[in-house]
């Protein structure tokens, strides 16, 4: 069934306005007419089954009717990747929602040359992954900020794998202690009840001195993604998928 994230709250009975490009996708691309049913969340209310109950000429009203799942809420790990070229950027975005982020972070470097970042983008993609999924949340993307501000503001109960292209621990053996027991997990894992991010870093890699002060860090766990240099995008999804295997909502 077609899933939309809409801004409105969701509760029975309540009218819901989608966007105009939204109502385009609904009954020009999807063909849907009065009376069809379709599913919609807001990352707040859970998911509800709505049915069309308006057809206009500029646009379509929803009329929720039953919440079909709860809000439920994800492991609570953030990606934070180096400002890349437009297409990586994207495809990161993408992956990194498909897979769970709770967060997205954008980090500005030593050696960064990536594009101009449309937010307005990756923010659209963001919603469109999400809804694809089936995930009940669509994660927040935040303006790029340089790494050395990001690392002086860090919160110190939030673990940082750093992804280090120089070599590291092995992910799964550097995450292994960090995992849950099978026996011990909720129906909502969050990360074994810590908060994590992981760092990806750009095209160019780290500097010297973004590496020795991340290395330095009491929170910071390194990790290597294997033998070969991974691009940025190729290196985000492996990180996640690893994570996800060691500390988060995926069963071992």
């Not at 000429?57 to 009717?65: H, I, P, R, S, T």
């Not at 769970?100 to 594009?115: E, F, H, K, S, Y």
């Not at 997990?185 to 870093?201: E, F, K, M, N, V």
Request: proline share 7%; net charge neutral.
């Amino acid at each position: 069934m077609i899933r939309l994230h809409v801004p409105q709250p969701l509760s029975a009975g309540a009218p819901l306005l989608p966007t105009l490009d939204q109502s385009r996708y609904l009954t020009q691309v999807m063909r849907l007419k009065a009376g069809d049913a379709l599913l919609a969340f807001n990352g707040v209310d859970g998911e509800w089954r709505c049915v069309i109950a308006e057809v206009l000429k500029k646009g379509v009203v929803l009329k929720a009717e039953e919440q079909v799942r709860p809000q439920t809420t994800g492991p609570d790990v953030h990606l934070l990747i180096a400002v890349v070229k437009k297409s990586a950027l994207e495809f990161a975005v993408e992956k990194a929602t498909e897979l769970g982020a709770a967060r997205i972070g954008l980090v500005t470097t030593r050696r960064t040359q990536g594009d101009r970042v449309r937010m307005d983008r990756l923010e659209a993609i963001a919603v469109e992954s999400a809804e694809q999924t089936g995930r009940l949340d669509v994660p927040g993307i935040d303006l790029p900020v340089k790494l050395e501000a990001l690392l002086d503001g860090w919160d110190g109960e939030r673990r940082l794998m750093f992804c280090d292209e120089t070599g590291g621990a092995p992910a799964m053996t550097a995450l292994a202690g960090a995992a849950p027991s099978t026996a011990s997990r909720s129906p909502s894992p969050r990360g074994g009840g810590t908060p994590w991010a992981i760092l990806i870093g750009p095209e160019g890699g780290f500097a010297p001195e973004e590496r020795e002060r991340l290395r330095a860090l009491p929170f910071t766990t390194a990790v290597s993604l294997g033998p070969r240099v991974l691009r940025a995008d190729t290196a985000a999804t492996a990180a996640l998928t690893l994570w996800q295997a060691a500390v988060g909502d995926w069963e071992r």
